[in-house]
């Protein structure tokens, strides 16, 4: 009840911004003063929507750790929705997906951990921010056959946040001065964090407050380097309390926007697998890769000139998606998270790392309890073609698995394939063929997209296909103010031991601020449902759609 109740408090708060901003920008546009005037591309308005997000991807090994753990895959998305003044309202999701060996399969994925702040409302004091937050946390399991109720820890709380600028996701480094010599004489800063939350709904666990604190240390010695050490703890308190004490040493490398982080961490946790566990100690070693997207003016004081991504060496982009299905008698809602990095980029060539994970619920369940897991891992080469074209060289693995239900039928594929594209569907770049991204009237934008790739299958698992032929566009029709309105559609052939044909028709607005964000509506075919060669169906999709 808390859950959905949340989801549609953010979903109505959302669109309430993206309609405002479009009434604001269109409203004062050319009817006072110049310096009245909001501007999304210059943050000099009082109200500035949707102008950063900071975004972190990362991986680690697990070694003498008492759960049998083996690798952990990390992605974090804090969404500045708004800023008005010293008033912010942001959005956060921390995703952990860990791996554990299943049967003679190493790193097979084991469980599914989500932190989320629906909505965090803070005050900006200048060097810290103090919040008040409605959050979540939950934990899925994947592909288990047994019973996976004891092990699911469903938290729904209200809380007070109180941390440091730099605690944020994507401003760490933020206060460091990266072009003032090579050596630097030992400075330092400290950042920290504190929360304590109330419990409003728990499931099977029995929480009824979780407080989290934690304290970092940076040392600039290097100029593109920062050496930092960071403690954290949580406590879990019912009729007694838990402390899970943990210990992180690390550096930031800079690079451009992006901070490249190989780090160190142990942890010791109660509770990690079933309420009321035994303490159980772990070691990790992992790297992850960290930036701030979009314009970061106004939303992230004091990032002016750090707030765009560096084309020279690398860049991270992000896509995310919450749908809600219409018409469907296997699928409820859809949530989807995709990272692509560019890790090195010399002249017109890349080398290219894209991550995802999307899972469907039930058509008669709550859209965090995931029914169909899907992952897909990309890597390979892109050749820009003059500055309208990408071709792209590609490998790709995806693999489906259940979560908390096992169908005991596992599928996946590896693919090599190549694909050619205008620029406005590389993720990341939809707008740059949008010349104006404001208006006082109608315009015409009348920019056509489109993308076109094959693939070979060359090993599988329970996967009867041997090629996947794709095709899309985008039609952007008009322009009103900051809100474009597109027309688009894709179509797949999944060729082989079977055929089959998926296609989507769809239409939307994407709004431009220093994040991309599309309100769509989605008709479409979908095949190989609940497995390949089962369930398909023709249903509808409406949603919100983030990309930077």
């Excluded at 003016?297 to 084309?311: D, I, V």
């Excluded at 991309?516 to 008709?523: D, I, N, S, W």
Aim: aromatic share 14%.
């Amino acid at each position: 009840m808390y859950g959905a109740a949340c989801r549609l408090i953010l979903c109505g708060i959302l669109i309430c911004f993206l309609h405002l901003s479009v009434y604001v920008y269109g409203e004062n546009r050319g009817i006072g003063p110049a310096d009245t005037i909001p501007d999304i591309s210059t943050g000099t308005g009082d109200l500035i929507v949707l102008p950063a997000a900071g975004v972190s991807l990362g991986g680690g090994y697990y070694f003498n750790n008492e759960n049998d753990y083996r690798g952990l895959l990390h992605k974090t998305i804090d969404i500045h929705l708004l800023r008005y003044k010293s008033i912010i309202a942001s959005f956060l999701v921390s995703e952990d997906t860990i791996f554990r060996d299943h049967g003679n399969r190493k790193f097979y994925p084991y469980k599914i951990k989500y932190v989320m702040d629906y909505i965090n409302i803070s005050w900006d004091f200048g060097r810290s921010y103090l919040g008040f937050v409605v959050d979540h946390i939950c934990y899925n399991l994947v592909d288990q056959v047994r019973n996976t109720d004891p092990y699911e820890l469903r938290w729904y709380g209200i809380g007070i946040k109180w941390e440091s600028h730099g605690m944020k996701t994507g401003m760490k480094s933020r206060g460091m001065l990266f072009d003032d010599g090579l050596f630097r004489s030992f400075p330092f800063s400290l950042n920290f964090m504190a929360y304590l939350g109330r419990g409003l709904y728990t499931e099977r666990f029995e929480y009824s407050y979780i407080s989290r604190g934690a304290l970092r240390l940076d040392f600039l010695i290097l100029r593109p380097v920062v050496f930092y050490a960071e403690t954290t703890v949580q406590a879990l308190i019912d009729d007694r309390v838990r402390f899970d004490p943990a210990g992180e040493l690390g550096l930031r490398i800079r690079c451009g926007n992006a901070d490249i982080i190989p780090y160190v961490r142990y942890l010791y946790q109660h509770d990690s697998e079933l309420y009321d566990d035994p303490p159980q100690r772990c070691w990790m070693a992992g790297l992850a890769f960290e930036t701030l997207l979009g314009t970061g003016q106004r939303g992230t004081p004091g990032m002016a000139g750090e707030a765009l991504p560096s084309l020279d060496f690398m860049e991270l982009h992000l896509a995310g998606a919450y749908t809600k299905y219409y018409g469907s008698v296997y699928n409820g809602y859809r949530s989807d998270i995709a990272l692509f990095i560019d890790l090195v980029r010399v002249n017109d060539f890349s080398v290219i790392c894209n991550t995802r994970m999307f899972h469907d619920s039930k058509a008669d369940a709550n859209a965090l309890f995931p029914r169909y897991i899907t992952y897909t891992f990309q890597g390979g080469v892109e050749y820009r073609l003059q500055s309208l074209w990408v071709l792209q060289g590609i490998y790709q693995h995806e693999r489906r698995h259940d979560g908390n239900t096992y169908r005991g039928h596992e599928e996946n594929y590896h693919l090599a394939g190549i694909s050619v594209k205008t620029i406005g569907l590389k993720p990341g770049y939809g707008n740059v063929r949008i010349s104006e991204r404001n208006c006082s009237n109608i315009r015409a934008v009348n920019t056509l997209d489109a993308a076109i790739g094959a693939g070979r299958i060359v090993d599988d698992l329970n996967y009867p296909y041997r090629w996947d032929l794709r095709g899309q566009m985008r039609w952007d029709i008009f322009q009103v103010w900051n809100a474009v309105h597109y027309l688009g559609g894709d179509l797949r052939f999944l060729l082989g031991e079977d055929n089959e044909r998926e296609y989507g028709v769809e239409t939307g607005v994407r709004f431009l601020f220093g994040i991309t964000a599309t309100l769509y509506y989605r008709y479409e075919k979908q095949v190989d449902i609940d497995f390949v060669g089962g369930a398909e169906e023709l249903h509808h999709m409406v949603g919100v759609r983030i990309e930077i």
